[in-house]
């Protein structure tokens, strides 16, 4: 058999190529991490979003409570139904 001594095309060529495909996999794994890492972030500003948006849903449908409305109106404003005296207590 006749085996050269030397410089070998195909297993340059096969180092080529591994180097290659290895590269392409470690920059994908960066990207998924980044990725990842977004994705994360964006679930837990999500969550927070959700957190208010429930606390609002939940003013609102109190705000739209009668009983609700007319405590505020008698506490927080000082309001009196017609024929009615507003107490206020002294400091």
């Known amino acids: 058999m006749n085996k050269k001594k030397g410089f070998n095309r195909f297993a340059l060529f096969m180092f080529i190529v591994v180097a290659y495909f ?6 994908q794994q960066v990207h998924l991490s980044h990725v990842s890492e977004s994705q994360h972030l964006a679930d837990k500003r999500l969550n927070a979003a959700q957190t208010v948006n429930d606390k609002l849903r939940k003013e609102r449908d109190e705000l739209n409570n009668l009983e609700n409305i007319e405590k505020i109106a008698r506490e927080d404003l000082g309001l009196a139904k017609k024929d009615e005296l507003p107490y206020r207590a002294s400091k």
């Open 22 to 27: 290895g590269t392409v996999l470690i920059s």
